[in-house]
């Protein structure tokens, strides 16, 4: 059976959380029930005899989330009009990989809280957490061949490009490489390539034309990035009670996200500035003066910029793609993007 918290309630939701402003009917009931059958697939697919192993990999599953990169999944098939069986399986396996690579960047991060939960590496420990998101992976592969070789290539090519992208953004821009430069391609890898993905098994699978489907593979990895850079002017940019969680993560971590790089550059003559990025900060006060100097700095005005960049390179991917109540569905996506971040 279907989760039934889903529904009409569940995509007013979603809309909420990733700014889907759309009011057609008959687009958000498919919606609602494709959600629905992927809910209801994650869970199935994850059941174990062995207790613990099901109690683990249920755990994220049953922490919610928004369910982008199913929803986009099901978004990109309405382009099609085939296959609805194999979208919501491979919008059930998009989730499962992006669940878990959140339960191997949580033991990464020493993550403690995840979705309102307990960490699984809080509540078990590391291994427990690693060995979860390697049986996510594998439920997810084996979904993927049921869909037939070309799925199954594109997935593991998918895998390629999310470890490259951690890898990158794990050991660093080598010397004489652009910071910049190497900060954009690691979240589009990181981020872009699964919800490109996300969008390349939904109109492939209902069998949309090739240009179409290409379009919608470009969007998806354009908006996986915009989400990212999103996620980190908002860090900087929203106050804590906004936010739900304590302001400035990344300046804890030591993480030099998009704004802070740009402030590098643009702002060097900001000595304090420039001070603060150097290294982690530990102390409330320290951070509160570095968010309160990069919030009137010229590196978050070029973050913005960027950001209106990848939304409206997102945007012009969507020109091929026929006038429907979709399409307004994508392009409302990019300008949400923008818009959270003012």
């Not at 999944?73 to 491979?90: C, E, H, M, P, Y």
């Not at 878990?100 to 420990?125: F, K, Q």
Request: charged share 25%; hydrophobic share 45%.
């Amino acid at each position: 059976m279907s989760d039934p918290s889903l529904g009409s309630g569940a995509v007013a939701e979603l809309k909420a959380a990733i700014g889907l402003q759309v009011d057609d009917e008959g687009l958000l009931t498919d919606l609602a029930k494709g959600l629905g059958a992927v809910e209801s697939r994650l869970r199935d697919v994850v059941r174990s005899d062995v207790r613990f192993v099901h109690d683990a990999a249920l755990h994220l599953v049953e922490a919610g989330g928004k369910r982008f990169r199913p929803m986009f999944t099901l978004l990109a098939s309405q382009f099609g009009s085939d296959g609805r069986d194999d979208v919501v399986t491979a919008g059930a396996a998009v989730e499962l990989v992006h669940l878990a690579t959140l339960h191997h960047d949580d033991v990464m991060d020493e993550a403690v809280i995840r979705r309102g939960a307990p960490s699984a590496n809080a509540r078990w420990d590391n291994t427990v957490a690693i060995l979860t998101g390697d049986f996510l992976f594998a439920h997810a592969s084996r979904l993927v061949a049921g869909l037939g070789s070309e799925a199954s290539r594109i997935i593991a090519e998918t895998f390629g490009e999310l470890v490259t992208g951690q890898m990158r953004e794990t050991v660093g821009a080598r010397d004489g490489e652009d910071p910049i430069d190497h900060y954009l391609a690691a979240i589009g890898q990181k981020t872009g390539s699964l919800i490109a993905t996300a969008g390349r098994f939904g109109a492939m699978l209902s069998g949309a034309p090739p240009e179409q489907v290409a379009a919608l593979r470009r969007f998806g990895e354009l908006i996986g990035a915009a989400f990212q850079i999103s996620d980190d002017i908002i860090d900087i940019a929203s106050p804590s009670d906004e936010l739900g969680k304590a302001q400035g993560t990344d300046l804890r971590e030591g993480v030099r996200t998009l704004p802070m790089l740009y402030a590098l550059s643009d702002d060097r003559e900001n000595a304090r500035l420039v001070e603060l990025l150097s290294a982690p900060l530990a102390e409330d006060a320290l951070i509160g003066e570095a968010v309160e100097l990069l919030r009137s700095s010229r590196g978050l005005e070029h973050a913005r910029a960027t950001l209106s960049g990848y939304a409206q390179r997102a945007r012009s991917e969507l020109e091929v793609l026929p006038d429907s109540a979709a399409r307004a569905a994508c392009e409302s996506i990019a300008d949400y993007l923008v818009a959270r971040t003012h």
